[in-house]
């Protein structure tokens, strides 16, 4: 029970702590025979790693993967493939201060209630640093749709940053690659990078909302009632350290609307089937509706500050703690390719799980030619 391991056909199972030697992950029940190499996953892992602007934690980590197995000869084998991230920047000093103490806001005390032992060098197992793993999977999952389904696309990008939304009216997916926040609102981003500079200087940190979206998903990915596509994808997304809520299509804003305004109203058009809105996120009755796939999750400020915090240590005994370090001041920014990545990983396993019970088998609409 050692749960560390998500997915039902495209299993990824995530090892490692953020001080140790290296970081992995093994990928099982990858099909054979797709093309893959270190260099098709290393992009998706430049895009998280830390150290590319002043707004994230400037540890300096290449997160350079290798692949241990399960390719040969520049294909996947259908063998488990191994990945490796080695560690080289880690400062575990910084952490000598709160060995014995626990920082509010983080998973340290939970660790130590549960398990009666923890590892404080950059929260262990529950630091961020476990998410480069997920990142290399999901870049396993890329080439898998590549070569399965390559109608697939997957983007991501923030639409908040603390009490800072965009304004969806200027919403230009060109922007997204322009800024380091991947804000597809250019004045937003501005304001974001103001905001942010001036939590750095007060050694605080700030919250955001990320949406991840993927286009050109075949209808029928999903079942009732316990395998839900949104279901999956939810846990996927709450899976991620410091996210604490997601939501797919309107999300909590449909609990706002009226059936009318809330219902997708269809039509037949040239190419089939289309639809006038997207409320429910591409997802209906857990089952995908060939709509794009919308989900957003919300990531908290990061807990480990320079402000002092009030907490307690081993023996119970008031403290004051400050968390030294290099640490993101919105986490969210670089949650942006780990949200892609856990969109890829559960899209291809449903994908692979609904070739295996339908055959990719669909219902038909309109009187056959």
Not at 41 to 69: C, H, M, N, Y
Not at 232 to 242: C, E, F, P, Q
Not at 323 to 339: L, M, Q, W
Request: net charge neutral.
């Amino acid at each position: 029970m050692s749960l560390n391991t998500f997915g039902h056909l495209f299993r990824v199972t995530t090892w490692g702590e953020s001080h140790g030697p290296a970081i992995g992950c093994v990928v099982d029940g990858c099909p054979p025979g797709v093309p893959l190499s270190e260099a098709d996953l290393q992009p998706w892992l430049d895009r998280r790693k830390p150290g590319q602007s002043r707004f994230v934690t400037q540890r300096q980590e290449a997160d350079q993967v290798r692949i241990l197995s399960g390719v040969y000869q520049g294909v996947t084998t259908g063998t488990p493939i191994s990945l490796m991230i080695e560690n080289t920047d880690q400062r575990s000093k910084d952490y000598s201060n709160i060995a014995e103490a626990f920082r509010p806001g983080h998973a340290d005390i939970s660790y130590h209630l549960k398990y009666g032992v923890r590892d404080p060098r950059g929260g262990g197992r529950s630091s961020a640093r476990e998410t480069a793993s997920r990142v290399a999977a999901g870049g396993v999952a890329r080439a898998v749709l590549a070569a399965v389904a390559p109608e697939v696309r997957i983007s991501g990008y923030m639409v908040q940053l603390g009490k800072l939304a965009i304004d969806r009216s200027r919403f230009d997916a060109a922007e997204i690659e322009r800024n380091p926040f991947w804000c597809p609102d250019a004045v937003a981003a501005e304001a974001w990078a103001a905001h942010l500079d001036q939590l750095r200087k007060d050694h605080n940190s700030v919250g955001a909302v990320v949406e991840v979206v993927a286009e050109g998903v075949p209808a029928g990915l999903g079942a009732p009632l316990y395998g839900k596509l949104d279901q999956d994808l939810a846990g996927a997304m709450m899976s991620i350290n410091a996210v604490k809520g997601v939501e797919i299509g309107a999300g909590f804003a449909a609990a706002g609307l009226t059936g009318v305004e809330n219902a997708d109203e269809m039509e037949m058009g040239p190419q089939g089937l289309r639809f006038g809105s997207n409320h429910a996120g591409g997802i209906l009755g857990g089952i995908s509706t060939g709509q794009a796939v919308v989900c957003r999750f919300a990531v908290k400020p990061t807990s480990s500050i320079l402000t002092p915090r009030q907490s307690v240590n081993l023996a119970g005994e008031a403290v004051e703690v400050v968390t030294k370090g290099r640490h993101d001041p919105c986490v969210g920014i670089r949650a942006v390719p780990v949200g892609e990545a856990m969109m890829a990983c559960v899209i291809l396993d449903h994908w692979l799980l609904d070739r295996g019970q339908t055959g990719a088998q669909r219902g038909q609409l309109g009187r056959p030619a």
